[in-house]
């Protein structure tokens, strides 16, 4: 088993930044592939971004290219993503996950393990 918990949400005006972290707990935090996705209210959950177990690859959705970045430390067990330049159209819950398989994956289904969410609201 492992536990996520994101914090770092809020609300901040468009052009702003927020800096998510996801403190993971249980098994050992390096053998997993970690994600973040973003559900708006009325939406699926969509991808965002995913980092493979090392750090060494990283993958992002159209729509947040150049903007979001992801990381991680495993030494602390906690992956992060850096928001830049917020839009309105960013305002969401943002979930961290776990992949079992360890690359980072777009696919949702390929995720384990959830955190709970954290509400992040750009106003414009």
């Known amino acids: 088993q492992v536990q996520l918990v994101e914090s770092g949400g809020g609300l901040v005006q468009a052009g702003g930044s927020l800096r998510l972290s996801c403190a993971a707990s249980g098994r050992p935090f390096s053998s997993y592939g970690m994600g973040w996705f973003r559900q708006a209210p009325g939406k699926e959950r969509e991808f965002a971004t995913a980092i493979g177990w090392s750090g060494s690859r990283t993958y992002y959705a159209d729509s947040v290219k150049g903007r979001f970045t992801i990381s991680r430390d495993n030494a602390k067990n906690t992956v992060y993503l850096q928001m830049n330049s917020l839009k309105p159209e960013d305002t969401a819950v943002y979930y961290c996950?776990?992949?079992?398989?360890?690359?980072?994956?777009?696919?949702?289904?390929?995720?384990?393990?959830w955190g709970q969410g954290t509400q992040v609201t750009v106003s414009s």
């Open positions: 996950a776990a992949d079992r398989y360890g690359l980072g994956s777009t696919d949702l289904y390929e995720y384990e393990y």
